[in-house]
């Protein structure tokens, strides 16, 4: 089951340039939230501090209270731990690219050292279902790389790898920008059947997806977050002028 | 050609449709000059190729006439009989690089992880340079500091000394190439890695490394093929051996030396000897390279 996220007065930094700046947000569980934004105004950002991804960048640094679910993100808990609890989807698709679809999938699993054939086989199968992909790989999965797959196909390969590790938020770093309407239609109608199961944080440049997938979404502008509210406040009756000008196109 | 191609795709479009813009023919200038740089490609490539081949074939006709079973199974006989081989040379060659590779391909490995996972800072930058020096360093020198390090201290010259001088010769070129090889690893597979809840070292050697095997193992070949043949580092060290030897505490033969040897001396067979182990030491190199590489592609997935 998905957990809630709770962030409060989180800043965020890149050597002296501050990217976010006191960001106050509650996610509720197994919803999925949107967000959005013009392109530098932090939304990665922010989804990279949820599990600590900010920091594998030299120099970056955060302040402030992440908790998900009862585990506090900045406090005490190792960031391999909580990125076990918090899966993560990139912007572009990234297998690995010597291993098979099957060893992909499992790799979470297997590098942290659960080595129960059997039970890996059945969770490679459930996440590669779930990712809505078993169907098209069933008979490739230990022949071919997980590279040799088209975009879309490799981008559920990267959902299903997500999934396998079976966490409980699943952060989603505009997971559809490098796919064609196709692909993109799969992806969304996954992140509606998921959301079940998990809590669903994803950043999107596109306002329509952000409205189909979608009950809570954040407007973001310049590391600050302007606005956060139902996806149906936001894009019919938004409270800030400036959250109005963005999604209506008359920005900037 | 490509000036007969333009006019058939232009000749596609209807008229009117498209705003053209009237492309001039492709003028005698640019054309020559097009031919010209192809030319000068091919004859660069000629001329890189041209020594190997020109040594393999003049090894061959040297060398393989000599070749046969007793110089493949037999040691060296006293001057003035006929016959013997380089059997015990061939195989301490093999002893002796398997030494140097066990301790350098580590060595060299780890310090080209450092580099590129560790090494972004002033540390990195001193191993780099003490790297490229070593690099630089003559052999013969890297030879008297084995003897240094390993014979004055067994009291002995041994296979152990000549491996641990080719080592040394081995792990800067492993080092530089591993760390350019994993610095070619795009982060998006790092960071994958991380997001699944991988820790650090063990994303560096499952995922890092494994991306960059082939890369690698490039070089890892390298150098060991540049160190195969390398007689200098192994005069005061393994020192050559007339006899069988099994022990790698114990002067052992070595195909360059006993190439060297052989050369140098005033006597036919040996000068035809010397020329069979070179045949046979290229032979066995060529032979490594290829059969990593088939080992290493036969592991790897259609598609990656």
């Known amino acids: 089951m998905g957990v809630g996220i709770s962030v409060e007065h989180l800043n965020a930094f890149y050597g002296k340039t501050q990217a976010l700046f006191d960001v106050n947000i509650t996610v509720l569980a197994n919803h999925a939230t949107a967000l959005i934004g013009p392109s530098g105004c932090g939304k990665s950002t922010f989804i990279r501090c949820l599990n600590r991804m900010h920091e594998t960048i030299p120099e970056a640094r955060v302040d402030g209270k992440v908790r998900i679910g009862e585990f506090s993100v900045y406090n005490g808990t190792s960031a391999t731990q909580l990125r076990r609890r918090v899966g993560m989807v990139f912007q572009k698709p990234n297998p690995f690219p010597t291993m098979s679809i099957y060893d992909n999938v499992g790799a979470g699993l297997k590098l942290n050292g659960f080595h129960n054939r059997k039970q890996l086989d059945e969770i490679v199968h459930r996440s590669l279902q779930s990712a809505a992909l078993w169907d098209e790989v069933k008979d490739q999965l230990h022949k071919k790389s997980g590279a040799s797959l088209s975009g879309g196909q490799q981008q559920r390969l990267c959902i299903a790898r997500a999934l396998a590790v079976q966490p409980e938020v699943l952060l989603m770093d505009e997971p559809c920008s490098a796919l064609d309407p196709i692909s993109t239609g799969k992806i969304e109608e996954l992140i509606f059947q998921l959301k079940e199961q998990y809590t669903i944080v994803i950043v999107t440049h596109n306002m329509q997806q952000a409205a189909r997938v979608a009950e809570f979404t954040g407007f973001f502008l310049l590391g600050k977050m302007i606005e956060f509210d139902k996806t149906e406040k936001i894009f019919t009756n938004p409270s800030d002028k400036r959250t109005e000008d963005y999604i209506t196109g008359r920005f900037g | ?304």
């Open chain 2, 1 to 304: 050609m490509p000036d007969t191609k333009s006019k058939s795709a232009a000749g596609g479009i209807p008229p009117n449709s498209v705003p053209q813009a009237s492309m001039p023919p492709i003028s005698l200038r640019r054309r020559f000059t097009d031919r010209a740089m192809t030319g000068i490609a091919v004859l660069t490539v000629i001329l890189v190729l041209l020594p190997l081949f020109a040594i393999f074939t003049y090894l061959i006709y040297k060398g393989v006439g000599s070749i046969n079973l007793a110089f493949l199974t037999q040691t060296p006989k006293p001057v003035g009989e006929p016959g013997g081989g380089m059997a015990n040379a061939i195989v301490g060659s093999m002893v002796i690089l398997a030494i140097a590779s066990l301790l350098g391909v580590p060595f060299g490995i780890g310090a080209g992880i450092f580099l590129s996972e560790y090494g972004r800072n002033r540390y990195g930058d001193i191993v780099r340079f003490v790297s490229d020096v070593l690099n630089g360093v003559p052999s013969i020198v890297v030879g008297i500091v084995a003897y240094g390090l390993v014979v004055m201290r067994q009291k002995h010259f041994s296979a152990l000394a000549g491996g641990v001088a080719l080592a040394i010769m081995m792990v800067p070129t492993i080092a530089r190439t591993t760390e350019q090889m994993l610095l070619l690893v795009p982060q998006a597979i790092r960071e994958a890695a991380y997001g699944l809840g991988v820790s650090r070292w063990r994303t560096t050697l499952s995922i890092t490394l494994r991306t960059a095997t082939s890369g690698v193992i490039t070089g890892v070949m390298l150098a060991f093929a540049r160190v195969a043949g390398e007689t200098a580092p192994l005069l005061f060290t393994a020192f050559g051996n007339q006899f069988w030897n099994w022990k790698s505490d114990q002067p052992t033969a070595a195909l360059s030396l006993q190439i060297f040897t052989y050369a140098i001396s005033p006597f036919d067979e040996w000068h035809r000897q010397a020329w069979a182990g070179a045949l046979v030491l290229i032979i066995l190199i060529v032979g490594a390279v290829t059969a990593v590489r088939v080992a290493v592609r036969r592991g790897t997935l259609a598609g990656a």
